[in-house]
């Protein structure tokens, strides 16, 4: 018992705030978007990336899913080390291992080493997201003000990708694609520089860190998502998806096990008892299905049938990253009077109308104010929305000192989703393409979003069930009643 009030009341007794808060939200905001705008601004650089280096489209797909890989491998062990090690210590150390990898990346003379770097970058991402967002719960007070800087936090994370695609794509014009490693390491240092005089000092625990459990979830971790990256260009039915998958599905199952054995955990299975959290799990998964695969497929669409260049179709989803930021900062005002899950039911119902009803029914020869504006408006509203609650959520009922691994948890369950949205709406898309040319090529687009809004509207209907079995619960029904 001693060995499990300890380390929370280590945490109480810490210093809980900065004494300049909304200048640490800028800076761990600027982190968020560091990690989550890594991908698409390589996007925008892959064509020239793979002519310089005389790279296969195969061997180019690695500079993406080394980075996935790595992130979604590691970020439960980030978790765990910011709440056991100190989230100051993690943040500054994922930050400078994210940084020092750019640089590797910039200077990168053959493909093994950028894939390298490209993997150093995701496992450095690993550890300052879930500290960076526990840092954010401890710096403001549960309550307006907490909904607030999430709002912000979020807005930044969930804009990041349209902008990083802009970005991407001009520093690649005008620069060339080593130039996209170098802005990221000057955002890098520009942070690191920062953190001492803006973040709360960090704090320990004695707690022992969960070493087999880290190794065995990494793993398994790391084998699902290659092989549902594996699977958008082998088939589900190949042998080496197939092995990958069953052996990640053991390993995750013989975690869980263990987890559920050893004394200190690396992943508390007592989090998943808050209603929230389970739901923003949910949510987590089937918003990031719809939403990768749809931005998968859309500059394909755009570039392929339409004849946008690669900067044309990046800047067909900026307005994406206006009503994010406009809609997650509108959450933030209302979550605490309705809650986060109808506004997580909200958002992935929105989410579902844009790309499984409006992308699914865009024309051979579509207008972009008429088809493809409505679709990014629609959906950018929803993601907004979905991303501010759904971020709150992860961490509501969970213990303080737990805040680090609830919030790397709630992230992997995203890379999960992605991963699975490419890799199956890709599937899809090829298996409804019906002969050659561009009407069978978007015979199979349509089908692939309609699947993609389906799993959205599928998440949000559990959600908003809960949400109203929840409120059932509260006017004096039994839990039974109200599930």
Not at 195 to 221: F, I
Not at 259 to 287: D, N, Q, W
Not at 330 to 353: C, F, K, N, Q, S
Request: proline share 5%; glycine share 12%; net charge positive.
């Amino acid at each position: 018992m001693t060995s499990q009030t300890a380390p929370a009341r280590h945490q109480q007794a810490a210093p809980p705030t900065s004494a300049r808060p909304w200048a640490a939200l800028v800076i761990l905001a600027a982190a968020l978007a560091l990690d989550s705008g890594s991908v698409a601004v390589i996007n925008s650089a892959l064509p020239d990336i793979g002519r310089d280096m005389s790279m296969s489209e195969a061997t180019l797909q690695w500079t993406m899913t080394a980075y996935a890989i790595a992130f979604a491998g590691f970020l439960l062990l980030g978790g765990r080390a910011a709440d056991v090690l100190g989230r100051r210590r993690c943040f500054a150390v994922g930050v400078g291992l994210f940084a020092v990898s750019a640089v590797c990346a910039a200077l990168a003379p053959d493909t093994g080493l950028l894939i390298a770097a490209r993997a150093g970058q995701g496992l450095g991402a690993a550890l300052s997201g879930p500290a960076s967002l526990a840092l954010v719960t401890q710096l403001f007070p549960e309550g307006p003000q907490r909904n607030k800087a999430l709002a912000i936090y979020t807005s930044v994370g969930a804009s990041s990708f349209s902008i990083g695609l802009i970005l991407g794509g001009v520093l690649t014009d005008a620069f060339g694609w080593r130039s996209v490693f170098i802005v990221s390491t000057a955002i890098g240092v520009a942070v690191l520089a920062s953190v001492k005089a803006t973040l709360p000092q960090s704090t320990r625990t004695r707690e022992p860190l969960d070493v087999l459990g880290a190794v065995v979830v990494t793993a398994g971790l790391a084998l699902a998502v290659y092989g549902v990256t594996r699977a958008s260009t082998a088939g589900w039915g190949s042998t080496d998806v197939v092995v990958t998958l069953i052996a990640a599905v053991a390993l995750l199952l013989g975690f869980v096990a263990w987890e559920a054995r050893t004394p200190s955990p690396l992943l508390p299975l007592s989090i998943f008892r808050s209603g929230p959290v389970r739901a923003a799990t949910l949510c987590a998964v089937t918003f990031f299905t719809a939403l990768l695969g749809m931005l998968f497929l859309a500059p394909l669409y755009m570039q392929g049938l339409l004849g946008y260049s690669p900067l044309e179709s990046g800047a067909a989803i900026v307005p994406m990253g206006i009503l994010v930021i406009v809609s997650a900062n509108a959450t933030g005002r209302v979550m605490g009077r309705v809650g986060p899950r109808p506004l997580m039911a909200l958002g992935l119902l929105l989410i579902g109308v844009g790309v499984g009803v409006l992308w699914a029914r865009v024309p051979l020869g579509g207008s972009y104010w008429v088809d493809i504006l409505p679709a990014v408006a629609v959906m950018s509203v929803g993601q907004g929305i979905a991303f501010a609650s759904m971020t709150a959520a992860s961490m509501t009922g969970v213990p303080q000192e737990q805040h680090g691994v609830a919030s790397g948890f709630n992230v992997t369950a995203q890379q999960i989703g992605g991963s699975m949205g490419v890799a199956v709406l890709v599937t899809v898309a090829n298996a409804f393409t019906d002969g050659s040319g561009a009407s069978a090529t978007l015979s199979g687009y349509h089908a692939a979003f309609f699947t993609g809004g389906a799993v959205a509207v599928a998440g949000a209907v559990v959600v908003g069930l809960s949400a109203v079995g929840r409120r059932r619960t509260a006017d004096g029904l039994t839990a039974a009643e109200a599930g």
